[in-house]
């Protein structure tokens, strides 16, 4: 796990990360922007004091960083890792999948597997709830930037900006929906591994990751999707990795 005391450092291994995805054209690197998008949205909370407790939510986002700093590094490395982050880590490898769907899988590993155990990992055991309000503020800070990444997604793929247009913005109610909703399920995570006994508590993070997989893989082959539509939306991406990640990477709250 990570020795970080400040949500700066963490923004700082994340501009590594970006850097290397950049340099090595993975699109691994597109989480990583739109991750560090959400970091810098939560800096700015802490420092406007828009949470109850700052200096608890500055510990909450090094745990919750840490381990998707670690799955990553365990990945590189050729060792075990979740099963959520091997599916969003071995997306890079697949040519067919779009810029949307990789930022989709970070999200479902992060939120949905890492949140709920970092936040239980800061908190005394079985004394979870007075982290709730500011657990539930995220959401309202996040959502804010959603709308910035997807207007540096229709700059790499030209058919979102005419969504983007036609809707009004509330295209983004994609990315709005998945996050809030991996939220809901993190914080139940949270309030359920709060109150296990630590022997207990491995063998419920694996059954939630193994469900965190499994909509990994819904997100890889969604049978509600048409193919059709995902290829020609392909077609209409950049192919530029490193240029695409320059574009993400410029996405400020």
């Given at each position: 796990m990570s020795n970080f005391t400040s949500i700066e450092q963490v923004i700082q291994?994340?501009?590594?990360?970006?850097?290397?995805?950049?340099?090595?054209?993975?699109?691994?690197?597109?989480?990583?922007?739109?991750?560090?998008?959400?970091?810098?949205?939560?800096?700015?909370?802490?420092?406007?004091?828009?949470?109850?407790?700052?200096?608890?939510?500055?510990?909450?986002?090094?745990?919750?960083?840490?381990?998707?700093?670690?799955?990553?590094?365990?990945?590189?490395?050729?060792?075990?890792?979740?099963n959520s982050w091997y599916a969003a880590f071995e997306a890079a490898k697949n040519p067919r999948l779009l810029i949307l769907q990789h930022i989709l899988l970070g999200i479902n590993a992060h939120i949905n597997l890492d949140l709920g155990v970092a936040a239980a990992s800061i908190m005394p055991y079985r004394k979870i709830n007075p982290l709730k309000n500011d657990f539930a503020m995220i959401n309202e800070i996040i959502s804010k930037i959603n709308q910035k990444v997807q207007e540096s997604i229709s700059e790499i793929c030209y058919p979102v900006g005419v969504i983007d247009q036609l809707s009004n913005g509330n295209d983004n109610l994609l990315l709005d929906f998945a996050i809030s909703k991996a939220r809901q399920t993190s914080w139940a995570t949270a309030s359920v591994l709060s109150h296990a006994s630590s022997f207990i508590r491995p063998?419920?993070?694996?059954?939630?990751?193994?469900?965190?997989?499994?909509?990994?893989?819904?997100?890889?082959?969604?049978?509600?999707?048409?193919?059709?539509?995902?290829?020609?939306?392909?077609?209409?991406?950049?192919?530029?990795?490193?240029?695409?990640i320059d574009v993400l990477s410029a996405t400020e709250v």
């Open positions: 291994k994340l501009d590594a990360i970006i850097a290397r995805c950049q340099k090595n054209k993975s699109p691994n690197g597109y989480f990583a922007c739109t991750y560090r998008s959400m970091t810098l949205a939560v800096l700015k909370g802490v420092q406007q004091n828009k949470f109850e407790n700052g200096h608890r939510m500055v510990n909450l986002d090094i745990a919750f960083a840490g381990r998707y700093f670690e799955a990553l590094e365990q990945y590189e490395n050729g060792q075990k890792c979740s063998p419920l993070i694996r059954m939630v990751d193994n469900a965190a997989a499994q909509i990994a893989t819904n997100i890889i082959v969604s049978p509600r999707t048409p193919k059709q539509i995902l290829a020609k939306l392909k077609e209409c991406e950049s192919s530029d990795v490193a240029g695409n």
